[in-house]
Nanobody, 125 residues
């Protein structure tokens, strides 16, 4: 497994922007897809965005498409999530995750075997 540490969460007004980072250590993640998921109180964890090992393929949840951008820097073993035009319904704990099998990309949480501790994003109206 790999150790993942998220950063960049915080409080922002609706319409604002935040950028999240997820730094990996323990092993390189350059051959593995990375994903961002979120969980609001009382709700199940849901998929937000995923990026293939090369960065050439990305997937987004319909609710964030056009507002969020996932990217990665394999030289830094880091994945990012840029969030623009934030809405109160984006409020949640955000988690990054690494796939356990190389060279595939998936939106299903069960396909990811390493998870960060989460970072809180709160959007006020």
């Amino acid at each position: 497994q790999v150790l993942l540490v998220e950063s960049g969460g915080g409080l922002v007004q609706a319409g604002g922007s935040l950028g999240l980072s997820c730094a990996a250590s323990g092993r390189t993640v350059s051959r593995y897809a990375m994903g961002w998921f979120r969980q609001a109180p009382g709700k199940e964890r849901e998929f937000v965005a995923a990026i293939s090992w090369s960065g050439g393929i990305t997937y987004y949840a319909d609710s964030v498409k056009g507002r969020f951008t996932i990217s990665r820097d394999n030289a830094k073993n880091t994945v990012y999530l840029q969030m623009n035009s934030l809405k109160p319904e984006d409020t949640a704990a955000y988690y990054c995750a690494a796939d356990g099998i190389p060279y595939r990309v998936d939106t299903t949480p069960g396909r990811y075997d390493s998870w960060g501790q989460g970072t809180q994003v709160t959007v006020s109206s």
